[in-house]
Nanobody, 112 residues
Framework: QVQVVESGGALVQPGGSLRLSCTAS????????KGWYRQAPGKQREWVAS???????NYASSVKGRFAMSGDNAKKQIYLQMNSLKPEDTAVYYC??????WGQGTQVTVSS
C-alpha cells in the first residue's frame, strides 16, 4: 500500500506561484492514476488535475493554463506547479496516487 505526503503549501500573494510536492512511500509506476484535489473551507473536495495511465494530464477549467502537473518516478514524487494564483485557489490540496492512496493535505492560502 503506497502512502503519500504532500508538501509545499504556503501563504502567497495573488499572482504568485507555488509548487506542491507529493512524495510516495513506495514506487510510483506509470500505470498508476495520479491526481491533485483541493478542498476550500465549507466546500466539498474537488478535482484539480490528474493523469490517467497512458494519458495526458487533464485540468479543471478553473486552473487550466495556470497549473501544471509533473512527476519524477525516480524520486517517487509528483508535483503541481501553480502560477497566477488567485484568492479562490485557497484550499487544502491533496494528492492521490493509485485507487486509494491519499495524503493528509497541504494548506495553500492566497491573500494579500
Amino acid at each position: 500500500q503506497v502512502q503519500v505526503v504532500e508538501s509545499g503549501g504556503a501563504l502567497v500573494q495573488p499572482g504568485g506561484s507555488l509548487r506542491l510536492s507529493c512524495t510516495a512511500s513506495g514506487s510510483i509506476e506509470d500505470r498508476y492514476f495520479k491526481g491533485w484535489y483541493r478542498q476550500a473551507p465549507g466546500k466539498q473536495r474537488e478535482w484539480v488535475a490528474s493523469v490517467a495511465p497512458g494519458a495526458r494530464a487533464n485540468y479543471a477549467s478553473s486552473v487550466k493554463g495556470r497549473f501544471a502537473m509533473s512527476g519524477d518516478n525516480a524520486k517517487k514524487q509528483i508535483y503541481l506547479q501553480m502560477n497566477s494564483l488567485k484568492p479562490e485557489d485557497t484550499a487544502v490540496y491533496y494528492c492521490k496516487i493509485g485507487p486509494s492512496a491519499w495524503g493528509q493535505g497541504t494548506q495553500v492560502t492566497v491573500s494579500s
